[in-house]
């Protein structure tokens, strides 16, 4: 996985931290301390898996569970389809079970509603890309999960690009001093992109010297006129009400890249599973 492992363990140890408590009352009382059983982890519903070494790190950190996947991120898996075994201690397997299928089901949806706007772009230029609108904390993850189902990634954060927003713009005064204030003070490394609202602004940005300029929440005729206008001298970002019902039309319009918050924001998690004493 492209992201630091100890940023990821102090995630998981956190995240353990809060399920687990002093320990798990049910098992303790229920299954005996030296109780061994095997399992799986499964589809319930067909999709884009993300999020298996997530879970398996998950077990590794519990200890006395040995955890082989049999399907790797990025695949298609199907309903009913066994993703992992698993086995080892009954009550370590309990303590995790939760956590594991959380990441997994939220990675994995994030993964299958990607797939499916790369699918609605087709052959077309257009990257598909997620924006900041992540589950806090989850961040690296959620973006993880995107680029296993085909997509890829804007910023990650406010660090590494200068975005010119609405608000930036109304505090400085105008579209193109905004450009400009960032071009004479930003480092040579920076990416400078603005947002605008019409063709007029669109202009007033362009002759600022922008490296992107984000069309946000236009029409597609008003997008259409944007592009044969900027004329390939810089990229042209899609943003506002993407979804997968009108994907495909804006990325017609002939931009280069569609952010969609809603890879992110408002995803439904895949039905994930895991069953105890189901073979191997």
């Not at 257009?126 to 589950?135: F, G, L, P, Y």
Request: aromatic share 4%; glycine share 10%; charged share 25%.
């Amino acid at each position: 996985m492209n992201f630091p492992n100890p940023t990821i363990d102090r995630q998981l140890e956190l995240a353990l931290a809060e399920d687990i408590g002093a320990g798990d009352v049910t098992s303790e009382i229920l299954i005996p301390e030296n109780s061994q059983t095997r399992g799986k982890i499964w589809a319930k519903e067909a999709g884009v898996l993300a999020g298996m070494p997530v879970a398996e790190r998950i077990f590794q950190l519990i200890g006395q569970v040995d955890f082989q996947p049999e399907v790797n991120d990025s695949a298609e898996i199907k309903k009913g389809q066994k993703l992992a075994t698993i086995a080892g201690s009954t009550r370590k397997i309990l303590q995790g079970e939760r956590l594991a299928l959380n990441f997994l089901q939220r990675l994995s949806g994030i993964a299958t509603q990607t797939r499916k706007a790369v699918e609605q772009v087709g052959t077309g230029k257009a990257r598909v890309v997620d924006t900041r609108k992540t589950t806090p904390l989850w961040r690296w993850l959620e973006k993880y999960a995107v680029r296993q189902g085909g997509g890829f990634n804007h910023r990650l954060g406010l660090f590494d690009t200068i975005l010119i927003k609405d608000n930036h713009i109304q505090a400085v005064g105008g579209v193109k001093k905004a450009v400009e204030i960032a071009r004479s003070k930003a480092g040579h490394t920076l990416k400078i992109e603005v947002e605008v609202t019409n063709i007029e602004e669109l202009k007033e940005a362009l002759s600022a010297g922008p490296d992107i300029i984000m069309l946000d929440n236009m029409g597609t005729e008003e997008m259409k006129k944007a592009v044969e206008f900027v004329d390939g001298r810089v990229l042209i970002e899609a943003s506002g009400g993407i979804t997968l019902e009108n994907i495909g039309e804006i990325s017609r319009c002939g931009v280069d890249i569609i952010s969609m918050g809603a890879l992110t924001h408002s995803v439904m998690a895949l039905d994930i599973s895991l069953d105890l004493s189901q073979g191997g």
